[in-house]
């Protein structure tokens, strides 16, 4: 431990270690005991002290060793584990990553897809979402958490897809318009939400493709997005641009679901701007 801590060509190593001195004997002995039975020291017998545990952050043992080592040998070992062990982060930014997890599981609780998404953009520079490389628990639960997103995100994608693939014109003709109003409205919606996950960008931009290259679906869905963007219309301006555009609407279509929706949407605005 001396040799360790002393060392000045191991101070580069040491810094990002956290060392610990346990006695083999007197009133360390049990705790040392726990400790190599946990991370399964190869020491038996009588073997030359000190018995060496390098173990990372999530508990993997990384080596096991006894008797002293030279300065190189030990820095070479030290260096190999520091290159297995992901990024180390500050507390700083491990409070970020923390804090991000927290808010996300919030928002999830609360059925904001959306919202819950968004939280990532605070850890976004600590390393691509769902993949950071870090063995630090809050890292692991960051993964964790953004990995169900990104299953939730992926499960309802492909869902969507296989329903779009039978909606496209002339594939199957049991399939009615209210059905692509339904699959294209759940592609919005899932968009929305699930849009600043990175690791969705192919499954998103296969429906996308899918959609651009059928006229009907395509139609439908610029007509959904301007019902849809119609809700978020606040300011006179905007509101009286939305109106413009529902209307095209209902020039193009006489009835139906999409008729139906844009007519609401109309008369919401309205209300809203009064009359």
Known sequence: MNRLNSSEALAQYTSQFVTVKM????????????????????HEGTVPVPFVYIVRSDGTTMFTGSGMMEVPE??????KALNQSG???SEKELGKLVEAN????????KGDIKQAVAQLRDVSQLGPPGEIHSFAKPAIELNATV??????????????????EKAKSGTDPDVTDSDRVK???????????FAGLKPLKRDFTKAKKLIQKDDVLSGMKKDLEVILDADSANSKTSVKRALKKLNSVLEK????????????????????SGG
């Open 23 to 42: 006695s083999t004997s007197g009133a360390d002995r049990k705790t040392w005991q726990e400790f190599h039975r946990e991370f399964k020291g190869d």
């Open 74 to 79: 030990m820095g070479k070992l030290l260096h």
């Open 87 to 89: 990024k180390l982060f």
């Open 102 to 109: 927290q808010k996300i599981l919030a928002w999830r609780e």
């Open 147 to 164: 990995t169900q997103l990104i299953t939730e995100g992926r499960t309802a994608l492909t869902s969507i897809t296989a329903n779009l």
């Open 183 to 193: 699959w294209l409205s759940e592609y919005l919606k899932v968009r929305g939400d």
């Open 253 to 272: 279509r006489t009835q139906g679901e999409i008729f139906d929706k844009a007519t609401a949407a109309i008369a919401k605005l309205k209300e809203k």
